[in-house]
Nanobody, 126 residues
Framework: QVQLVESGGGLVQAGGSLRLSCADSGHTFSGYAVGWFRQAPGKEREEFVASITWKGTTFYADSVKGRFAVSRDNAKNTVYLQMNSLKPDETGVYYC???????????????????WGQGTQVTVSS
C-alpha cells in the first residue's frame, strides 16, 4: 500500500527557495502518478500546484510555471518539488498525493487521488 510522507517545509523569506520531498514508505510507488497540492490558511480546498506521471511527464499550475519544478527518483520511491522565487501567498500546507489513474489531464483535481501524505507547512514571509 502506498504510504506517503512529506518533508522539507519550513519558513522562508519571499524570493527564497525550498525543496519538498514526498517519499513512499510503503515502497509501492511503481506505476503511480503524484500530484502536489497546497491548502492555503483558512481555506478548505486544496489547490493544484504540480504533478508528475510515473514516466516523468510534468504539469504545473500557471502561477508556478518557470519557478517550480517537480521530479521523481523512482529508485528511491521519492518525488520532489523544487520551489523557487516563493511568494507570501504561496504559504500553506503542501500535500503530495498518488493515484494510478488520472481523470483530468495532469491530474489537477484532488478528487482523483487515492493516497495522501500528512502535509508539510510552508510559510513565506514578506
Amino acid at each position: 500500500q502506498v504510504q506517503l510522507v512529506e518533508s522539507g517545509g519550513g519558513l522562508v523569506q519571499a524570493g527564497g527557495s525550498l525543496r519538498l520531498s514526498c517519499a513512499d514508505s510503503g515502497h509501492t510507488f511503481s506505476g503511480y502518478a503524484v500530484g502536489w497540492f497546497r491548502q492555503a490558511p483558512g481555506k478548505e480546498r486544496e489547490e493544484f500546484v504540480a504533478s508528475i506521471t510515473w514516466k516523468g511527464t510534468t504539469f504545473y499550475a500557471d502561477s508556478v510555471k518557470g519557478r517550480f519544478a517537480v521530479s521523481r527518483d523512482n529508485a528511491k520511491n521519492t518525488v520532489y518539488l523544487q520551489m523557487n522565487s516563493l511568494k507570501p501567498d504561496e504559504t500553506g500546507v503542501y500535500y503530495c498525493a498518488a493515484t494510478q489513474i488520472w481523470t483530468t489531464v495532469g491530474g489537477v483535481t484532488a478528487e482523483e487521488y487515492d493516497y495522501w501524505g500528512q502535509g508539510t507547512q510552508v510559510t513565506v514571509s514578506s
